[in-house]
C-alpha cells in the first residue's frame, strides 16, 4: 500500500492536491514539484516526456501505486506515451492519469452555446489536446484555445496578485474572446491558473462559466477508486501530505503556503 502521487512541474498541481483533499482527506499523498525546471510550457515534447517520466519514476520509488498528472501540459505530452509504452514494460501494476480527460467531461453539461474556450501554456495549446478531447466527446462543440504565456511565470513569482498582472490576463481574455466571441465557458487548462482567479473574473464578461479543474479532478479520481476496487485497495489511509521539490526548500515552503492557505515542509530530490 502507498500514497496517491500529485505530479506539477510547479506549484500549481497544489491546487488539484487541494481539490482532491478536499474531497478525500483519508488518504496519503506525495506531492511533487518539478519547481527547478518549470515551466515547462515552451518545452518541446521530447523533453517534456523525459522530465514527466523522471518524476513519475521517483513518486513510484516514493511507494506511489498512482499518480496523477496534476499538470495539464505534461498530460498533453507525456501521459499517453508513459500509458502506453513505459507502464506496460516496466510498472505494469501501477497507474499513472492525466488532467484533460476529466476536465473535457465537464464540458458538455456545462456550455449552452456548444462555443468553448481553452486558455493554457502554449504547449498545452499546440498539442491540440482539449481540441481533440472535446470534439470526439461532444462532436456538435467548437473549441478555441489561447495560450497564455506570461501567466505560470507571474503565478510562479508571486506577482499573480499585482497590478502588473492585469495587463497580462486582460490580454489573453481578449484575444481568446476575439477569436469566438460565442464562448460561454473557458476552461482554465493549466493548473497555476485558479491563483488568477479574482483577476481572470474583473475581466472576463459576467455570462461565461469559468472552470478551474481542482474541484472536477477529485470527483473524476473518486470515481476511479470507486471503480476500481484493486487501486483503491493499495492507497494507504493515513491522511497524510508529503511535499518534494527539486527547488530549494525555502522558495517552496513560502509559495506553497500561498496555494494551499497553510504552512507546509517540503523536502528536497533529485529527479
Ligand atoms: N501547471 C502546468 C499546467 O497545467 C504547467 C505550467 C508550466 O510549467 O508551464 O500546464
Not at 505534461?74 to 514494460?89: E, F, H
Not at 473518486?222 to 487501486?231: I, N
Not at 522558495?251 to 503556503?257: N, P
Amino acid at each position: 500500500m502507498g500514497p496517491i502521487g500529485v505530479f506539477d512541474s510547479g506549484f500549481g498541481g497544489l491546487t488539484i492536491l487541494d481539490g482532491i483533499r478536499t474531497r478525500m482527506p483519508e488518504y496519503d499523498y506525495v506531492y511533487l514539484g518539478d519547481n527547478a525546471r518549470a515551466p515547462y510550457g515552451t518545452r518541446s515534447f521530447d523533453i517534456v516526456y523525459e522530465f514527466t517520466l523522471q518524476a513519475v519514476k521517483k513518486l513510484f520509488e516514493l511507494g506511489c501505486p498512482l499518480v496523477i498528472l496534476g499538470c495539464n501540459t505534461a498530460s498533453a505530452k507525456a501521459l499517453r506515451t508513459i500509458q502506453q509504452t513505459y507502464l506496460p514494460n516496466n510498472a505494469p501494476d501501477r497507474r499513472v492519469l492525466g488532467v484533460i480527460r476529466p476536465t473535457a467531461e465537464v464540458v458538455g453539461t456545462l456550455s449552452r452555446t456548444h462555443h468553448v474556450g481553452v486558455l493554457a501554456t502554449e504547449g498545452t495549446i499546440k498539442s491540440e489536446s482539449y481540441k481533440l478531447e472535446i470534439e470526439k466527446l461532444y462532436p456538435e462543440t467548437s473549441v478555441v484555445g489561447q495560450a497564455c504565456p506570461m501567466w505560470v511565470p507571474l503565478v510562479e513569482n508571486n506577482e499573480f496578485n499585482k497590478p502588473g498582472a492585469d495587463y497580462f490576463v486582460k490580454d489573453s481574455l481578449n484575444k481568446l474572446l476575439t477569436q469566438d466571441p460565442k464562448i460561454d465557458t473557458i476552461i482554465l487548462g493549466c493548473t497555476h491558473y485558479p491563483l488568477l482567479m479574482d483577476k481572470i473574473r474583473l475581466y472576463c464578461p459576467k455570462n461565461i462559466t469559468l472552470i478551474p479543474q481542482g474541484h472536477y479532478i477529485a470527483e473524476s479520481l473518486q470515481d476511479y477508486l470507486h471503480r476500481h476496487k484493486e487501486m483503491y485497495d493499495r492507497i494507504s489511509k493515513g491522511g497524510t501530505c508529503k511535499y518534494y521539490t527539486t527547488e530549494s526548500t525555502d522558495k517552496f515552503t513560502e509559495s506553497a503556503s500561498v496555494f494551499l492557505h497553510e504552512r507546509v515542509e517540503a523536502e528536497k530530490v533529485t529527479l
